[in-house]
């Protein structure tokens, strides 16, 4: 009587093995060459103060123009040069390569008003408070050089919950929040949201401060 071979189990399990981590790791390949790997998805930061930007000093974060914060404004305009850290405070904030962030508040209204003045060489101005005491807190988003991510949204968040801005233009990538979403009582998230990944910023109470 002849002898039926049949195929060994146990090489059929390990042969089916053998071909789903092959497969595996080819598709992990092709999602990480597509930029659709889960850990390409979302990168974090943490936002640094600009060194020099404590001079004149200030150390109560981002407010509504008051007449301390006013005269401190002038102050720091004053200081003159191509690129003071009091005025342009938010130069390399939450730097990454995917945006690059830009803020405008009612201090630096004031500030760069007179630093412009005093760059042409003419008496530091005193800039219209009322209009100083009207603008809010606009941060703008927009591509960093050679980046090819684009901006869908611009998300703060206080406490893992998000704050609402007040006006925006995702065109533009420009959003207003009034002054209390920047408090510095507690950490703040800025997240970047792009078509290719999300870019999520801390920023911590300490280095809040010395915004303005």
Known sequence: MG????PSTTFSIHTRRG?????????????IAAGAWPSDAAAQVTAKARPGATTPP???????????????????????????????????LCQNDDFTL?????????AY????????GQPAPEPNYQAARRTRVTIS????????NVL??????????????VDRSRRDGRYTFDYPAWAPTGAVTLEMVGEAR??????????LQQFR
């Open 3 to 6: 002898v039926t071979h049949r």
């Open 58 to 92: 200030w150390f109560k974060g981002i407010l509504p123009i008051s007449p301390e914060s006013y005269y401190n404004a002038i102050e720091c305009g004053k200081q003159g040069g191509d690129d003071p850290p009091c005025v342009f405070w938010d130069t390399g």
């Open 152 to 165: 869908t949204d611009l998300i703060l968040s206080r406490d893992g919950n998000p704050v609402s801005p």
């Open 113 to 120: 008003e007179v630093w412009l003045a005093v760059q042409r």
């Open 198 to 207: 999300t870019i999520s910023c801390v920023i911590e109470p300490a280095v």
């Open 141 to 148: 988003a927009t591509p960093a050089e050679g980046s090819t």
């Open 19 to 31: 071909f789903a981590a092959r497969w595996g790791l080819a598709a992990v390949l092709v999602l």
């Open 102 to 110: 830009a803020a405008y508040t009612g201090y630096k209204q004031v």
